[in-house]
Structure formats: structure tokens, C-alpha cells
């Protein structure tokens, strides 16, 4: 079934570690997004990628960096975590077909003591 | 410039009875419209949206939207609410044609009580 996965779901960190978020989509979109969300609160878009070797900073200024080396793969990492980074990390895709339909995945909650 | 707004930050509503959620836009041409519902500790969920064609449109969980061009509206409603419908609902809107960024509202918390 085509979906759009996160792991981890919950981590945990001290200060100062590095970390990556995974994000992995088998729906063969070739945009794919970074938001970050506090919870309940609104989205902000963080970085976003139209395809292979493309990445652009999105509307909220981060501290994070992202790769696209595969179509299916889109990891975030963050050098350095503090813990104004703890927040709800939401990775989603979309495909050219007119509409750019988003499809989120579940989401990372990041915790940093 | 795109922008959309939600203008209530909770809704609250009796299980049965009709629900309605409020969304405007503004967008300098042709919107395509999007509602999506966040349970806790989960990500946003696809419901519906309008690209074009019928102003009426039907989406999941027997969910569906209206499409007002002339009060740049796209309310979200149900004939009859659900304990279950209770969640945070996102809508966005993004202009059509290009490479135009989806712009998110705020947010409303739905709580439908038994």
C-alpha cells in the first residue's frame, strides 16, 4: 500500500546531539515537505523539495538542514539540538497531477531536555 | 498574496446535530481549496477539496465543503456530528497554476459532545 512514513515517531535528546528525522514516501511523489508544528497550533513550512538534488528553505526560518537523493527519501537533520527545537515535525508529498495534493505522514515529536 | 483564514478557534456542537467550520481565502486567481483533520498525536489527514467544477464537494468520513466564489468561502459541514469528528481541522488553499506554495489556516478544534 503507498504511504508516506516517519520514524521515530517520539524521541527524546539531550542538548547538543545531532539527530536526523526520516521521511519515506512509496506513493513515487516527487515533491515532498517539512513542517513544523507546535501541538495544536498552525503549520509552518520548513523546507521542500520538487525532486532529485532539489532543496529550498521554506517560510519559517530553521536551523535544520535536508537531503533528496532519492525520489522516496527525505531526511531532516539538525546539527546541533536545543530545545527550542522541541516541536511536531510533519513530513508530506505531493505529485505534478493539477491539484498537488499534500499527503502527510504521522509525524516525529522531538523532545530536547 | 495567499491567505486563508479560520475565523473560530473551537467549535463546539451536539452529537447529531448539523456541523459547519469556517474557512475564507484570498488568492489572485483560481483557488484550489483543501480540509484536512488532525487526531492527536497524528498527522493531517486528507478530507476534501475543490479544484474546480461543482460547488459542492464530498469528501471522506461524510464530510463535504461549498464553494462560494463570491465570498471567497469554502465552509466545511456534516449533516450530523459525530463524538469521532471531534479534532483539529486545517484549511488551505493554494493558487492554481506554477509552482504556488499550500498556505495553511490556524486551525479549528471541533468537539462534538455526546
Known amino acids: 500500500e503507498a504511504d508516506i512514513y516517519q520514524t521515530p515517531r517520539y524521541l527524546v535528546i539531550g542538548t547538543g546531539k545531532k539527530i536526523t528525522l526520516e521521511c519515506s514516501q512509496t506513493m513515487g511523489h516527487d515533491k515532498m515537505y517539512w513542517y513544523q508544528q507546535d501541538p495544536g497550533m498552525e503549520l509552518h513550512l520548513i523546507h521542500y523539495?520538487?525532486?532529485?538534488?532539489?532543496?529550498e528553505k521554506g517560510d519559517l526560518s530553521s536551523e535544520s538542514t535536508v537531503s533528496r537523493i532519492r525520489t522516496e527519501h527525505f531526511p531532516l537533520t539538525l546539527e546541533s539540538a536545543r530545545p527550542s527545537h522541541t516541536s511536531q515535525y510533519l513530513c508530506a508529498s505531493s505529485d505534478f497531477d493539477g491539484a498537488d495534493t499534500q499527503y502527510f505522514g504521522p509525524g516525529t515529536r522531538l523532545t530536547v531536555l | 498574496a495567499q491567505s486563508v483564514a479560520q475565523p473560530e478557534d473551537q467549535v463546539n456542537v451536539a452529537e447529531g446535530n448539523p456541523l459547519t467550520v469556517k474557512c475564507t481565502y484570498s488568492?489572485?486567481?483560481?483557488?484550489?481549496l483543501f480540509w484536512y483533520v488532525q487526531y492527536p498525536n497524528r498527522g493531517l489527514q486528507f478530507l476534501l477539496k475543490?479544484?474546480?467544477?461543482?460547488?459542492l464537494v464530498k469528501g471522506s468520513y461524510g464530510f463535504e465543503a461549498e464553494f462560494n466564489k463570491s465570498q471567497t468561502s469554502f465552509h466545511l459541514k456534516k449533516p450530523s456530528a459525530l463524538v469521532s469528528d471531534s479534532a483539529l481541522y486545517f484549511c488551505?488553499?493554494?493558487?492554481?497554476?506554477?509552482?504556488?506554495?499550500?498556505?495553511f489556516g490556524a486551525g479549528t478544534r471541533l468537539a462534538v459532545h455526546p
Open positions: 523539495s520538487y525532486g532529485v538534488n532539489s532543496t
Open positions: 488568492v489572485s486567481g483560481n483557488p484550489y
Open positions: 488551505a488553499v493554494r493558487e492554481g497554476g506554477g509552482y504556488n506554495k499550500l498556505i
Open positions: 475543490y479544484i474546480t467544477g461543482d460547488n
